[in-house]
């Protein structure tokens, strides 16, 4: 079965920085666009990132432009987020998820989570 | 770029059916048939719905539809039940190649 799992959460002072990874099994990872999306406390969804199957195209949140990096191992079935200078508001659960039938089609699979909690 | 609109909540009965509204623009959900309905449990994370405007990812029920009429698209829930009480978010793509979501609509089963 599908699992995408989610690690590298935590707790970091504003401007600091975090690298997020998930974890992929149970498909063929490097045929897979997949996304970052958040959700902060108490609050509803947003999108952060995307990248291509292979890598070779990735857009961003225009909240987290310039800051945030999307990468993928496909060799280690991995994607990570790899999250710069942090803000209070960059505060919240990151989710992975594998594309649906297009890389814009929707959010296909969903991992459980990772809380990011940035505070001084 | 504004969230898409969708309403605070909604209710029904058991058995009843029940639309949730998603509205965008031109720019996001009118231009393209690449709307994603999600459902979330307290502490759970989101359960893809429907994709591409009315397609079921695999094990999901056909009470659930979707559809959309110019920059407005719509999730319909039939024969409700407890279990579908949770919140419904909608989502699409966007011509400057990003994703929006709706604010979320909490449905409460009477």
């Known amino acids: 079965q599908v699992q995408l799992v989610e690690s590298g959460g935590g707790v970091v002072q504003p401007g600091r920085s975090l690298r997020l990874s998930c974890a992929a099994s149970g498909f063929t990872f490097s045929n897979h666009g997949m996304h970052w999306v958040r959700q902060a406390p108490g609050k509803g969804l947003e999108w952060v990132a995307i990248i291509w199957y292979d890598g070779s195209n990735k857009y961003y949140a225009d909240s987290v432009k310039g800051r945030f990096t999307i990468s993928r191992d496909n060799s280690k079935s991995t994607l990570y987020l790899q999250m710069n200078s942090l803000r209070a508001e960059d505060t919240a659960v990151y989710y992975c998820?594998?594309?649906?039938?297009?890389?814009?089609?929707?959010?296909?699979?969903w991992g459980q989570g990772t809380l990011v909690t940035v505070s001084s | 770029q504004s969230a898409l609109t969708q309403p605070a909540s909604v209710s029904g009965s058991p058995g009843q059916s029940i639309t949730i509204s998603c509205t965008g623009t031109?720019?996001?959900?009118?231009?393209?048939?690449?709307v994603s309905w999600y459902q979330q449990h307290p502490g759970k994370a989101p359960k893809l719905m429907i994709y591409?405007?009315?397609k079921w990812p695999s094990g999901v029920s056909n009470r659930f539809s979707g559809s959309k009429s110019g920059n407005t698209a719509s999730l319909t829930i039939s024969g409700l039940r407890a279990e579908d009480e949770a919140v419904y978010f909608c989502c699409s793509y966007t011509i400057t190649s990003t994703m929006i979501f709706g604010g979320g609509t909490r449905l409460t089963v009477l």
């Open positions: 998820a594998r594309a649906a039938s297009t890389v814009w089609s929707g959010f296909y699979y």
């Open positions: 031109s720019s996001d959900v009118g231009n393209y048939n690449l």
């Open positions: 591409e405007g009315s």
